[in-house]
């Protein structure tokens, strides 16, 4: 699904599924991704956290408040009670019994079909969530090369280093948030020196931004595009990958 875009005409942009693809079914379910898949996104991104015994599950928000039918944070849940939930009613009835998915089932139904873009969130909630989620990588022998489709990034950059060290050769990327929208060489360098993609949000990307972005040798994949005009304005940027609801916006 790589298509033919960017400035020089001649570069991929990478389409990479927010959530799955969650215009089209709950966010950050197996259905999202299984959409995905079929709308052949060529990464689907998925939000990593861990529940009160340990386990690691995909879920955006600290609460299960919005995306379930249930109450209360995703760090004083157990597993058990997190997966009796229904994370698919929320969106459409025809999702209805639709779980909160664990990172480990995941790489297992989908590694090797398409790329994993994992953010771990708000991982100073959970202190040790870099060693798990390296653990479950390392497991499956997805951490030897970086060109196995496997990309973890998040906004706090403390967690992206410590990530990085422990899987010093999977790709790793800096979210960064309009609080980033002045970052200066001096800090892309920097960030260079473990991450391979500055991940910004789209409303802070300019052309200029995107040659130095490139110029400290890191990709940009911006999030997260909700229309045609977004998705157009950044194919006019250059950018690497456009992280998106809605992955037919880029096949148009
Ligand atoms: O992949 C980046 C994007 O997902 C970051 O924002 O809030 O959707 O996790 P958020
Ligand atoms: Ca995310």
Redesign the pocket.
């Given at each position: 699904a790589q298509k033919i875009h960017g400035k020089g005409g001649n570069s991929k942009t990478i389409n990479?599924a927010?959530?799955g693809a969650s215009g089209y079914a709950p966010e950050n379910t197996i259905a999202a991704f299984r959409k995905a898949v079929q709308m052949r996104a060529d990464y689907f991104?998925i939000?990593v956290q861990m529940t009160k015994d340990g386990k690691l599950v995909v879920i955006?928000d600290t609460t299960v408040d919005r995306t379930t039918n249930g109450t209360g944070k995703v760090g004083n849940l157990k597993f058990d009670e997190i997966r009796s939930l229904d994370a698919g009613s929320w969106f459409a009835p025809e999702y209805a019994g639709e779980k909160v998915p664990t990172f480990g089932e995941i790489l297992d139904q989908f590694r090797g079909r398409t790329g994993i873009?994992i953010?771990l969130?708000s991982p100073e909630l959970y202190p040790g969530i870099e060693e798990k989620v390296a653990k479950e990588i390392k497991k499956r022998n997805l951490h030897h090369n970086p060109h196995q489709r496997i990309i973890v990034?998040s906004?706090n950059h403390d967690s992206v280093q410590k990530s990085k060290s422990l899987l010093p050769n999977v790709p790793h990327g800096v979210?960064a948030?309009m609080n980033w929208k002045n970052v200066t060489d001096v800090q892309l360098q920097q960030f260079a020196t473990y991450a391979d993609y500055f991940?910004p949000?789209q409303n802070l990307l300019t052309s200029e931004l995107v040659d130095r972005i490139h110029s400290k040798n890191m990709k940009t994949?911006p999030?997260?595009a909700r229309t045609q005009e977004q998705v157009d304005r950044l194919l006019g940027l250059g950018v690497d990958g456009i992280?998106t609801d809605f992955p037919d916006l880029l096949q148009k």
């Open positions: 990479i927010h959530r991104e939000d955006h873009l953010e969130k990034q906004f979210l948030g991940n949000n994949w999030y997260t992280i």
